[in-house]
Protein backbone atom coordinates (compact mmCIF):
# COMPACT_ATOMS: atom_id res chain seq x y z
CA UNK A 1 0.00 0.00 0.00
CA UNK A 2 3.07 1.98 0.60
CA UNK A 3 4.09 1.51 -2.54
CA UNK A 4 0.79 2.44 -4.32
CA UNK A 5 0.73 5.73 -2.45
CA UNK A 6 3.86 6.58 -4.63
CA UNK A 7 2.16 6.25 -7.86
CA UNK A 8 -0.02 8.98 -9.74
CA UNK A 9 -1.57 10.75 -7.09
CA UNK A 10 -4.39 11.94 -8.87
CA UNK A 11 -5.45 8.61 -9.80
CA UNK A 12 -7.32 7.59 -6.83
CA UNK A 13 -10.33 4.96 -8.57
CA UNK A 14 -7.40 2.71 -10.04
CA UNK A 15 -5.38 2.59 -6.97
CA UNK A 16 -8.98 1.82 -4.94
CA UNK A 17 -9.59 -0.93 -7.59
CA UNK A 18 -5.87 -2.01 -6.72
CA UNK A 19 -6.23 -2.44 -3.44
CA UNK A 20 -9.68 -4.41 -3.35
CA UNK A 21 -8.34 -6.81 -5.80
CA UNK A 22 -5.48 -7.08 -3.05
CA UNK A 23 -8.10 -7.52 -0.47
CA UNK A 24 -9.82 -10.47 -2.41
CA UNK A 25 -7.05 -12.21 -2.92
CA UNK A 26 -6.09 -12.30 0.45
CA UNK A 27 -9.24 -13.24 1.49
CA UNK A 28 -9.61 -15.81 -1.06
CA UNK A 29 -6.32 -17.11 -0.04
CA UNK A 30 -7.61 -17.38 3.56
CA UNK A 31 -11.10 -18.82 2.18
CA UNK A 32 -13.04 -16.23 3.72
CA UNK A 33 -15.43 -13.93 2.35
CA UNK A 34 -13.79 -10.55 2.64
CA UNK A 35 -16.19 -9.64 5.51
CA UNK A 36 -15.08 -11.81 7.51
CA UNK A 37 -11.38 -11.16 6.37
CA UNK A 38 -11.76 -8.08 7.44
CA UNK A 39 -13.39 -8.82 10.39
CA UNK A 40 -16.94 -7.20 9.26
CA UNK A 41 -19.45 -9.94 9.64
CA UNK A 42 -21.90 -11.07 12.02
CA UNK A 43 -21.62 -10.58 15.53
CA UNK A 44 -24.17 -11.10 18.07
CA UNK A 45 -27.21 -11.21 15.16
CA UNK A 46 -26.02 -7.70 14.24
CA UNK A 47 -24.49 -6.89 10.98
CA UNK A 48 -21.62 -4.43 10.78
CA UNK A 49 -21.46 -1.82 8.27
CA UNK A 50 -20.52 1.24 6.82
CA UNK A 51 -21.75 4.87 6.86
CA UNK A 52 -20.41 7.62 4.56
CA UNK A 53 -20.13 11.16 5.53
CA UNK A 54 -20.66 13.42 2.50
CA UNK A 55 -17.97 16.41 2.52
CA UNK A 56 -19.35 19.67 3.75
CA UNK A 57 -19.14 22.78 5.42
CA UNK A 58 -17.01 21.60 8.59
CA UNK A 59 -19.94 21.99 11.42
CA UNK A 60 -22.18 20.07 9.64
CA UNK A 61 -19.66 17.29 8.98
CA UNK A 62 -18.91 17.47 12.66
CA UNK A 63 -22.73 17.62 13.23
CA UNK A 64 -23.07 14.46 10.41
CA UNK A 65 -20.15 12.61 12.02
CA UNK A 66 -21.77 12.82 15.97
CA UNK A 67 -25.30 11.67 14.82
CA UNK A 68 -23.56 8.18 13.05
CA UNK A 69 -21.15 7.75 16.27
CA UNK A 70 -23.74 4.28 16.33
CA UNK A 71 -21.62 3.13 13.12
CA UNK A 72 -18.49 1.54 13.87
CA UNK A 73 -16.61 1.55 9.63
Known sequence: MKYLGTLSPQDMS???AFNIALLDGAAKRA???IYDFLGLG???NHHVT???IG???P???RQKVL???R???
Open 55 to 57: IDM
Open 50 to 52: SFT
Open 14 to 16: AKC
Open 71 to 73: YPV
Open 59 to 61: DVI
Open 31 to 33: KKP
Open 42 to 44: FRE
Open 67 to 69: AAA
